[in-house]
């Protein structure tokens, strides 16, 4: 059984940052590409950061610059920089780690954090 479990999210004052965490435990053999969503009341949950196995990250136009996704294979764990905060990024944050298991290779998701940004 592989789990994902995120932490860091909260309350930062607008220009502010915040680091999320997102770590996978289980029976697993390695973690592939992952990534991080959000999705704000009313809105569609859009894709905030990506990594590939290799580690090549892509961003959309509205983070980038501000927001910088990482990863820990020896700790099954990635990590969301977030910096630079603007009242439009709050969100429920959402992880997703492709997990080699013992389960085979399949996406799991993580229960999602919220951050709010507001002065």
């Known amino acids: 059984q592989v789990q994902l479990e995120e932490s860091g999210g909260g309350l930062v004052q607008p220009g502010g940052s915040l680091r999320l965490s997102c770590a996978a435990s289980g029976s697993i053999f390695s973690i592939n590409a992952a990534g991080w969503y959000r999705q704000a009341p009313g809105k569609q949950r859009e894709l905030v950061a990506g990594?590939?196995?290799?580690?090549?990250?892509n961003y959309p136009d509205s983070v980038k610059g501000r927001f910088t996704t990482s990863r820990d294979n020896a700790k099954n764990t990635v990590y969301l920089q977030m910096n630079s905060l603007k009242p439009e990024d709050t969100a429920v944050y959402y992880c997703?780690?492709?997990?080699?298991?013992?389960?085979?290779?399949?996406?799991?998701w993580g229960q999602g954090t919220q951050v709010t940004v507001s002065s």
């Open positions: 997703y780690i492709r997990v080699y298991s013992v389960a085979g290779t399949k996406d799991y």
């Open positions: 990594i590939a196995t290799g580690g090549r990250t």
